[in-house]
């Protein structure tokens, strides 16, 4: 079984289909939240925002996170933020209403102002003039020519562009069949986890399609746990 892990086998999600049932969809939702807490997502992320944030501190770090999901990752940023004594302004998009939905709940939950809407990074360019473009856990649901769409389009809407994903391999396929049952009781995620695992790519070829989308320069590197972040900055 693990041998294939060799080679990436693009696993279908549960959570992409447009047909999830609401409810299912949002008991997935909160357990990818906790998968992100697992994983320090937003950790991961934090160091590089921080840097852009301190070197224009005059104004709020513009923000885009892609494919947010329920939000969770930048309001976490935004907690974040808030103890460093820096300002963000950020956005989140999806594809997914009933994800809009949830990211806007959550930010009014947390008293968090942040800006959540609908929109197909895949189908359509992203709104323009953001400091730092971020997506986490979403490159791997994407075929290797719309992942280059994304990340091309990342990087014409801001300076920076930061990804944070999942890299194929027998320990993260181990760790993400083992934190899906751990971390939520959502049969959804039990089957997208190991899927996430096989889907995913290695940090080298993360960094091919990032060479391909035109963000030359950009560095990959390993993060844990069994995570990458691609990280381009526009010359």
């Known amino acids: 079984m693990f041998a294939s892990l060799a080679r990436r086998e693009r696993v279908p999600e549960l959570m992409d289909d447009p047909a999830l049932d609401p409810a299912a969809h949002r008991l997935a939702l909160a357990g990818l939240a906790r998968a992100n807490r697992f994983s320090r997502s937003a950790d991961i992320l934090w160091p590089s925002i921080l840097a852009q944030a301190r070197q224009s501190p005059s104004k709020p770090l513009r923000i885009l996170d892609v494919a947010t999901g329920s939000g969770d990752v930048p309001l976490a940023l935004a907690a974040r933020a808030k103890r460093a004594g820096v300002r963000l302004d950020l956005h989140g998009c999806d594809v997914s209403d009933t994800a809009v939905s949830a990211a806007r709940d959550a930010a009014a939950r947390a008293g968090v102002a942040a800006t959540f809407f609908r929109h197909d990074a895949v189908a359509d360019p992203l709104p323009a003039g953001f400091d730092v473009a971020t997506c986490s856990l979403f490159l791997h649901h994407l075929s290797e020519p719309d992942a280059v769409t994304v990340l091309r389009r990342m990087g014409e809407a801001a300076r920076v562009v930061l990804v944070n994903d999942m890299e194929r391999s027998v320990p993260g396929f181990l760790l993400a069949w083992v934190a899906a049952r751990v971390l939520?009781?959502?049969?959804?995620?039990?089957?997208?986890?190991?899927?996430?695992?096989?889907?995913?790519?290695?940090?080298?070829?993360?960094?091919?399609?990032?060479?391909?989308?035109?963000?030359?320069?950009?560095?990959?590197?390993?993060?844990?746990?069994?995570?990458?972040?691609?990280?381009?900055?526009?010359?």
């Open 184 to 235: 939520s009781r959502s049969p959804v995620v039990h089957f997208d986890g190991p899927a996430s695992a096989r889907s995913a790519f290695t940090p080298v070829e993360a960094l091919h399609l990032a060479e391909a989308a035109g963000l030359h320069g950009a560095t990959a590197r390993w993060r844990f746990p069994c995570r990458y972040l691609v990280k381009w900055s526009r010359r």
